[in-house]
């Protein structure tokens, strides 16, 4: 079972930066793409990136395009999001989640989710 922790949200600036964590305290992530998806108030969950099993493939939904960046480091078991020039529309629970296939940006396609973490940005 993959239990993911997500971490690192809170209240930010409008122009700044963060970097969101999640970390497996169950199996090893090592065998899942790992996906991160934001849902905003009375909106639908969205598909921010992803990430293949080795790291060496990413993938992000055109509107963060080059201002976000998703990693992973196997051996800690964690996943992270660097998101830059934040903007009030960032403001959104981020959740983290794990499945088959990487490339996936469908949240119907990954099988476990962490809890997710509020990100605030005011301006």
């Known amino acids: 079972q993959v239990q993911l922790v997500e971490s690192g949200g809170g209240l930010f600036q409008a122009g700044g930066s963060l970097r969101l964590s999640c970390a497996s305290s169950g199996r090893t992530i090592s065998g899942y793409g790992m996906g991160w998806f934001r849902q905003a108030p009375g909106k639908e969950r969205e598909f921010v990136s992803s990430?293949?099993?080795?790291?060496?493939?990413?993938y992000y939904t055109d509107s963060v395009r080059g201002l976000v960046t998703i990693s992973r480091d196997n051996a800690k078991n964690t996943v992270y999001l660097q998101m830059n020039s934040l903007k009030p529309e960032d403001t959104a629970v981020y959740y983290c989640a794990a499945g088959p296939y990487a490339s996936a940006t469908s949240a119907s396609q990954y099988q476990y989710w962490g809890q997710g973490t509020q990100v605030t940005v005011s301006s």
């Open positions: 990430i293949n099993r080795s790291g060496s493939r990413t």
